[in-house]
C-alpha cells in the first residue's frame, strides 16, 4: 500500500480511513492531540464525510456475499490470525492508545489490549462451536438456522477505542456480516491500526473497514444508509437515541450500550478494606468508565470508617504521566470533557452539596482532575442522577437492605452495580434486586464474554456476548418440517 503514515512517537500510523482493502484520505482532516500534554498534535486525521460512508457502505456490501458463504471455519482462519497478530503488537498498539486517550500504559500492555485479541479467538471458537437447536413438536420437526445478516456498523465512544471496537467487531464478523467501523474522534489511532493487521491477516477487500471523522457527518451518514442490515453501538444515550432513530426509520436491528451511574454498595458485613480499596479503583483511568460504581452507598455502621478507609487509599493516586509504571491516575481525555465534569462539580458545590475530598484541577497544567468524593444534599442532586464519565463519586448512607436497594435503583441507568458483603445470601438476594444488567459482588472488571452484557433503562438496548451478540448479528430462521417428510 503507497500511504500516508504519521510517526506517533515511533510508531507509524495511517491517519486516513482504510475501505475495500486500502487507505483513502479526505479532502479535510482533524487535529488528534494527547490528554498527556494538549500542545502535542499526534496527527491530522482524515475527516470523513457521507462520501466516505458511501465508499464504505458499498464495500461492505460487496464483499458481504463472499464472507459469508465461506463458513464459520475459514472466517475463524482470519479471525485467529488476526488475534494473533494483536498479541504481536501489543505494546505498538498499547503505546499510542496510551498516547491517545491517555489509559495507563500498563493497563493497555498487560490487560485491555490482549482482551481484543481475545474477543476475536473467542467469537471465531463460539461460531464454530455453535449447534442448530432441533426439537419435535406439533407434528414438524423444527431447526433454528443463523444466517449473516448483511453489512454492520460498529460506532465506538473513545474510551478504551480498540478493545471496545474489537468487541462488537468479532461477533459481526464471526457471524458473517461486514463490518464498517466508526472510532471516535478523540482517540481514532488504535483502531486505524488495527487496520494493518486485518490487511496483514489476508482479509479479503470491503469484509472490515474504518472511516475516520465526526459522528455527526460520517457517523451519521453510515448509520442512516438503508443498506446496513445491523447496527451496534456504545456511547452516550444522546447518541444512542439519535442511532435509534435512525435504525427505527430503516427498520434495522440496533444494540446500543451506553451510560453508566453504576451503585457501589458497602453492607455493615463488608471487609471494608477491599471495599475502600475497589472504591478508590473508580479513579482509575480519570473516572472514565462506564461500568464503574460512582454511587457510593455505605450502611450507616460502617459508614465513618468506610471513609477514613477510602480517604486512605485514595491518597495513594499518583496522578501524572499515563506511561509512567508509578502513575496510577490518568488525565481527562479533552479540555472539553474537564470542563464538564468541573461544571458538575462547581454546580455541585452552588447547589449545596459537601465536597468531601478534590474538586478541583491537579495542581499542574494539564487535563488531571483530583479525585473527588461528594455528599449530595439530597437523593435527586444532579451529581447523584447524572453520569460524570470522570473522577467523581457521590457518597451517601443507608439504615437497612430496603433502603440501600431503593437508593441503587433511584436512577434512570442501569448499567453496572457492584455490592461488597460477606454474605452469600445476602449477595444473591440484593444482587437479585439491584437493576443492572451486571451486578459483580467483593469483585469489579470480571467478565466472562459468553456471558450477557448490557443495559437497563437509559444505559442501554439489547445485549451482546457469546451466542447473545451471534445471535443478534445473525438474521435466524425457524426451519419446521412435517414428521414424516421423506427422502424423495
Ligand atoms: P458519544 O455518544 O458522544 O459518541 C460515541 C460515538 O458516537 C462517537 O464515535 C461519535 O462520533 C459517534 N456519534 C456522535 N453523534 C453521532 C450521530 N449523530 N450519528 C452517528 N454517530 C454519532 O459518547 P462518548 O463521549 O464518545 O463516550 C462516552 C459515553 O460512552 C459515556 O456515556 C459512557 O458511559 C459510554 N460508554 C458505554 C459503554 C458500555 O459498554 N455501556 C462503554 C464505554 C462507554
Redesign the pocket.
Known sequence: MSELRVDVDGVAVSPEHFIDGRRVGSADTFEDRSPLDWSWKLADVARGTAHEADLAVSAAGAAFPGWAALGVEARGEYLDRLADLIDRDIERIAHVECLDMAMLEESLRLRVISRGARNFRAYAQLAREYRARRWSSNGTDNVVLRHPAGPTVV??????PFM?STWKCAPALAAGNTVVL?????SPLSCSMLMDLVDEAGFPPGVFNVVQ????EV??A??NDPRIRRIS????????R??GE?AARNLVPFT?????KGPFLVFDDADLDAAAQKAAVMFDDGG????AGTRLLVHDGVFDEFVAKLRAASDRHVMGDSRAADTTLSPLIHPE?LARVRGFVERARESGDVILFGGHEADDEGLWYRPTVIEPHSNDAEVVQR?I?GPVLTLQRFGDEDEAVALANSTQYG?SAIIYTSSQERAERVGARVRAGTVWVNCFLVRDLTAP???IGI??VGREGGDYALDFYSDLTTLQIKEGTTHG
Open positions: 460506532i465506538t465512544p473513545w474510551n478504551a471496545l466508526k472510532p471516535a474522534e478523540w471523522g465526526f459522528g455527526e457517523g451519521a453510515l448509520v453501538f456504545t456511547g452516550s444515550p444522546e447518541t444512542g439519535i442511532i435512525a446500543a450500550e451506553l451510560g453508566g472514565q468508565v462506564c461500568l470533557h453520569e464519565f448499567l452484557f448490557g443495559g444505559s442501554g
